[in-house]
């Protein structure tokens, strides 16, 4: 195979990869003015059900313009040799490997961050705050890029410098160690994000003594769940958007409510929600996805350690000796047909473990509260009730509303 014939193949695979996302879309959006399945009747108001559609039909344009704009700017890089170019002149700094490749990776990441910034502040200040989302300041959504720079920049940033460093200390082996390093920090990760990471954009106190707690509280005790970290999130600061979630093992095991939770739904709409969380860890859905995701980060480096040093991938963009930094942009690419199958694949499981999950939360606590709430949550995100079986089979990591109604309904 030549390089021209590995430049053709990495372009063919962008612009597939693209028009069947669009494809699914447009399945998708056919179905956005269908009549609402009668299971659901009672989630929207004729005139919040027509607010629900033009908000889907907004979104979508949306997203085609941003798409189509994001592939045009990638075959340009591509065609016009942009990752070589960048590649020279990151070596005008340094001879140093790692430092090339940092400079190269930042340039091209806050590149993309700037440019796509006008985009994000559109939907950000004009289609959320049309639909009444947005409480987003302009000066937290400005804190929100700095702070997010900063941390790729050291969290990223070192993360990459090590995985180089291994390539070039271990030779052939260099997967192993990378991959090692990136499992453990993933650990650490899921074990303190809520303690190091979500202070830097928001603010966490404990839930106040008071009904909520004592019936999350007596919940928990009743399955033998061991939960004294009861956190509120100041999700309004951003959205109107609610969510609930639990992070952390052992001592660090937390359940975080966001501040809209509270206020949208009622006590034992939320104790519902949290009983289907606490689903995930019973099952065991938490230590298999966190075993799966190390797993599949093994396999990749693995698959990267047989093709990055190849000089055939680096001249494929224009670089006449093989670099790791170019090698991986390449692999990247070539990579995505994979990524594609396994996400079809973990998408599968989770919607598996969902409906578990639901299932737990109606054996231990109610069905009824959980499909109230999870109407409520629906509602109140404008949520799209009808979405296309295909679309929902290739990107859906949840069942739809309208299969959990169904499945709580008939489960004996």
Avoid: C
Wanted: proline share 2%; aromatic share 16%.
């Amino acid at each position: 195979m030549t390089s021209q014939t590995l430049f053709y193949i990495l372009i063919t695979i962008l612009i597939l990869s693209f028009i069947i996302d669009k494809i699914l879309d447009n399945l998708n959006a056919k179905h956005y003015n269908d009549p609402i399945p009668e299971e659901l009747s009672d989630v929207y108001e004729k005139e919040e059900y027509e607010k629900s559609q033009q908000y889907k039909k907004v979104n979508d344009k949306f997203s085609n313009l941003t798409s189509f704009i994001s592939l045009l700017a990638t075959l340009a890089f591509f065609f016009f040799d942009g990752f070589a170019w960048l590649d020279q002149w990151a070596r005008t700094f340094s001879e140093n490997n790692i430092i090339v490749a940092l400079i190269f990776f930042g340039s091209i990441m806050f590149t993309s961050d700037v440019l796509s910034t006008p985009f994000s502040y559109y939907h950000t200040f004009v289609i959320e705050e049309k639909f009444g989302f947005n409480k987003t300041t302009r000066k937290t959504f400005f804190l929100d890029k700095v702070k997010g720079w900063l941390m790729t920049a050291v969290i990223g940033g070192g993360i990459i410098a090590v995985i180089i460093w291994f390539y070039e200390t271990t030779g052939n082996n260099f997967w192993l160690y990378a991959w090692g390093m990136v499992a453990a920090f993933t650990f650490f990760m899921n074990m303190f994000y809520a303690r190091l990471i979500v202070p830097v954009f928001n603010k966490q106190s404990p839930l106040e003594n008071g009904t909520l707690r004592t019936k999350i509280e007596t919940y928990a005790k009743k399955v033998g769940f061991n939960l004294d970290k009861i956190f509120v999130i100041d999700g309004s600061k951003r959205s109107t958007k609610a969510n609930a979630y639990f992070s952390g093992f052992g001592s660090e095991k937390r359940v975080t409510l966001y501040d809209t939770l509270i206020n949208d739904l009622e006590e034992d709409e939320i104790v519902a929600v949290l009983a289907h969380e606490v689903g995930h860890y019973k099952r065991k859905h938490i230590v298999f996805n966190l075993i799966a995701s190390i797993g599949l980060m093994g396999f990749t480096f693995w698959l990267l350690s047989l093709f990055v040093g190849s000089d055939l991938l680096s001249q494929a963009l224009g670089v006449s000796q093989a670099s790791f930094h170019i090698g991986l942009i390449a692999f990247g690419v070539l990579y995505t047909p994979i990524s594609e199958i396994t996400g079809l694949l973990m998408n599968y499981i989770s919607r598996k473990f969902e409906y578990q999950a639901d299932n737990y939360a109606k054996d231990t606590f109610e069905a009824e509260p959980l499909i109230s709430g999870l109407k409520k949550l629906s509602k109140n995100s404008l949520s799209n009730l009808t979405p296309h079986p295909a679309y929902v089979f290739v990107h859906y990591s949840h069942p739809t509303l309208l299969q959990r109604f169904r499945n709580l309904k008939n489960k004996k």
